[in-house]
């Protein structure tokens, strides 16, 4: 199922911003979304996963700060992040299934000091 992201963008640290990622397609069959990010130079990490049983997982270096969740009934995950800091730094990227996953094409963070 395609995917769009949208809602990156620049902000000092401290900041808050909401990531959307629209899917073209029905995800309430889809039981794995998640949030990656990557920066220059290194491996996509994994930022939040949450289940079509609305289980969540955080990266530690996430935990209490951002939230993800999911919409269904609008084909949308969306990732709420607060108290942004500069190593929050990264492209964002939303996920859909674990095998033969389908990736968007990315929205850029930008978290100043």
């Known amino acids: 199922v395609p995917l769009v992201e949208s809602g990156g963008g620049l902000v000092q640290a401290g900041g808050s911003l909401r990531l959307s990622c629209a899917a073209s397609?029905?995800?309430?069959?889809?039981?794995?979304m998640g949030w990656y990010r990557q920066v220059p130079g290194k491996q996509r990490e994994v930022v939040a996963i949450i289940t079509s049983g609305g289980m969540t997982n955080y990266a530690t270096s996430v935990k209490g700060r951002f939230t993800i969740s999911r919409d269904n009934a609008k084909n949308a995950v969306y990732l709420q992040m607060n108290s942004l800091k500069p190593e929050d730094t990264a492209v964002y990227y939303c996920?859909?299934?674990?095998?033969?996953?389908?990736w968007g094409q990315g929205t850029q963070v930008t978290v100043s000091s």
């Open positions: 996920r859909a299934g674990l095998i033969r996953p389908a």
């Open positions: 397609g029905s995800i309430s069959s889809i039981n794995y």
